[in-house]
């Protein structure tokens, strides 16, 4: 429970929803038992105990593959449903993340699926021994990729970063030279 960011950001209980994730899918007898029900969104549940009306459960396995499910689904038990959820998140969300958190992703997406088929994760990692692994599979995976695959999907900014001035112009023929220096020099000019 976050009690003190709830107090911190002076929320009220109206304000703040809480959830239960479970990766994987709760027994029949156990939703029975805490009055859960499944409500019309696949995978949310809704209990009418009165202590437990304001937790929804989610079943991260029944989840629908939504792009704003995809961050919780990667948690979810079955290799499938985790699949579809990294696969979700790197074509719908990839772009829209930070570079810390497209990171955070890649570490436990290799983690995931390093691990051999059936075989549980059972050790702790923190969110930096993740990203950490992410640093690593991501530098891998980079050093089998040519030039033209490592440089797609960044736009031209990315693309020159770091990169001095006489790199970024070379290959460039005398004519295209010419060109960029008229542009250039017709700039400066409405500038003053």
């Not at 202590?51 to 989610?58: A, F, G, M, S």
Request: proline share 5%; charged share 25%; with cysteine.
């Amino acid at each position: 429970m976050f009690l003190p960011d709830r107090e911190h950001h002076k929320l009220s209980n109206e304000q703040v929803q809480s959830f239960l994730l479970s990766a994987r899918k709760p027994q029949n007898s156990t939703l029975k038992k805490l009055g859960y029900k499944k409500t019309e969104h696949a995978g949310v549940y809704r209990s009418h105990f009165r202590i437990l009306k304001k937790v929804v459960l989610l079943s991260l396995n029944e989840l629908s593959d939504e792009p704003h499910n995809a961050y919780v689904k990667c948690f979810a038990s079955h290799r499938q449903e985790k699949e579809k959820a990294f696969n979700v998140l790197e074509n719908h969300a990839y772009n829209s993340l930070t570079s810390n958190l497209q990171t955070f992703i890649n570490g436990l997406k290799g983690l995931w699926f390093t691990l051999p088929k059936g075989e549980d994760m059972n050790i702790e990692l923190t969110p930096e021994q993740i990203t950490a692994w992410g640093e690593k599979w991501g530098k891998s995976y980079l050093a089998h990729l040519n030039p033209e695959e490592r440089l797609a999907g960044l736009n031209p900014e990315q693309r020159l970063v770091g990169l001095k001035p006489e790199d970024r112009l070379a290959g460039l023929n005398p004519e295209q030279l010419d060109v960029l220096l008229d542009s250039y020099l017709k700039q400066r000019e409405q500038q003053h």
